[in-house]
Structures are given as structure tokens and as C-alpha cells.
T-cell receptor, first 109, second 113 residues
Framework: GQNIDQPTEMTATEGAIVQINCTYQ??????LFWYQQHAGEAPTFLSY??LDGLEEKGRFSSFLSRSKGYSYLLLKELQMKDSASYLC??????????WGAGTKLIIKP | DVKVTQSSRYLVKRTGEKVFLECVQD?????MFWYRQDPGLGLRLIYF???????EKGDIPEGYSVSREKKERFSLILESASTNQTSMYLC????????????FGEGSRLTVL
């Protein structure tokens, strides 16, 4: 079967660093996405990884290891506005996205 | 600025009613999608469309139908709403040959009583 796992909830402190993990088991792999979704709002695109390694974009970085079926999203210098759910999604053989349930990130002052 | 607009943010309907959810995008995207989002579950694909008048079933099409008469508009129809269709419905669009980055609407929260 196809499966995407990520923690349900994480808590971190303003100004700190947090790493949100995502593991996947899919029949095929054609890329991995991270989206951010604030409560009551639409998901918005954060990153896309198709090759192994780290992609850095400002305070956010995303890492992929295809051999391990593993990705993480790294958020640095956390701000209160980073409180949101973070969704991991894998593009499968039909080029459709399989979604994890999301990780709710709570930032405390 | 790119925009996907869903017609209703909040709807309350009764069991058995017909429900229309409309979605319009202004980015000239070929692909359009309807998802539902429920607590503790990932987004689940209901239907998608690669072109006008074209539709494909997603993972959970039962109880739903769609219509795409114009490129910019993709409608989701619940022929006879049931309580288990109470959910958040998200419309999204993307370019056909792109990485697959999706642009989402704000969502329509449907409650079926």
C-alpha cells in the first residue's frame, strides 16, 4: 500500500529550530512536496524535492533521501506566524499527490 | 496575483439536498482538482480534470460528480448530500506539465444535517 507518515503535533519555542519529519512508502516516487496551511486557510506551497539532498529557501529548508523514503522540513528562527499545519505529499506513478495527515506546529513565546 | 476562488466558504445543507460547490481559477491552468480534508486524514482526491469537459475519478468519487464546461471553472456536485459528506472541500489547480505545484482555494466547509 501507499503510506505517508508524519507526526501529528509538535511544539517549539519562538526563535528556535524545528525539524518536521515525513516518511513515505509508495509504489513509485516522482517528487515530494511540503505545504503550509494556517488554520482556516488554504494550503500554500513551500518546497519541492525530486533529487536527494537539501534545498534551502530562506528560513525554510527541505531534505530528501529517496533510498530511505524520508524527508524533513527544517524551520529556523521560528516566528509566531509559523504556527500552522505542515503537509507532506508524494507524487506517485500517476503523477497524483498522496498526502500525509499533516503536522500541527505550535510555537510558544 | 494567482487566485483560486471557491464560491462559498460555509454551507449548511440537509440530508438529501443537492449541493453545488464552484471553483474558478484565473491562471489559465489545465489541471483542476477537488479534495476533501478531514481531521486526522490527509487530503483525499475526489475528482480531477485535465481539460475542458474531461474528468477523472480520484480516490473517493462515490456520492460526487463534477462538471468542467469552461477551462477556468470546475464544479463539484453532491447529488444527494449525506451526513458523512460533512467536510472541508478544497479546490486546486496547476499547470499540466509543471512539477505539480498546486494552488488552492480557501476551502468550502460543508455541514450536512
Amino acid at each position: 500500500g501507499q503510506n505517508i507518515d508524519q507526526p501529528t503535533e509538535m511544539t517549539a519555542t519562538e526563535g528556535a529550530i524545528v525539524q518536521i519529519n515525513c516518511t513515505y512508502q509508495t509504489s513509485e516516487f516522482n517528487g515530494l512536496f511540503w505545504y503550509q496551511q494556517h488554520a482556516g486557510e488554504a494550503p500554500t506551497f513551500l518546497s519541492y524535492n525530486v533529487l536527494d539532498g537539501l534545498e534551502e529557501k530562506g528560513r525554510f529548508s527541505s531534505f530528501l533521501s529517496r533510498s530511505k523514503g524520508y524527508s524533513y522540513l527544517l524551520l529556523k528562527e521560528l516566528q509566531m506566524k509559523d504556527s500552522a499545519s505542515y503537509l507532506c505529499a508524494v507524487k506517485d506513478s500517476n503523477y497524483q499527490l498522496i498526502w500525509g495527515a499533516g503536522t500541527k506546529l505550535i510555537i510558544k513565546p | 496575483d494567482v487566485k483560486v476562488t471557491q464560491s462559498s466558504r460555509y454551507l449548511v445543507k440537509r440530508t438529501g439536498e443537492k449541493v453545488f460547490l464552484e471553483c474558478v481559477q484565473d491562471m489559465d491552468h489545465e489541471n483542476m482538482f477537488w479534495y476533501r480534508q478531514d481531521p486526522g486524514l490527509g487530503l483525499r482526491l475526489i475528482y480531477f480534470s485535465y481539460d475542458v469537459k474531461m474528468k477523472e475519478k480520484g480516490d473517493i468519487p462515490e456520492g460526487y460528480s463534477v462538471s468542467r464546461e469552461k477551462k477556468e471553472r470546475f464544479s463539484l456536485i453532491l447529488e444527494s448530500a449525506s451526513t458523512n459528506q460533512t467536510s472541508m472541500y478544497l479546490c486546486a489547480s496547476s499547470f499540466l506539465t509543471d512539477t505539480g505545484e498546486l494552488f488552492f482555494g480557501e476551502g468550502s466547509r460543508l455541514t450536512v444535517l
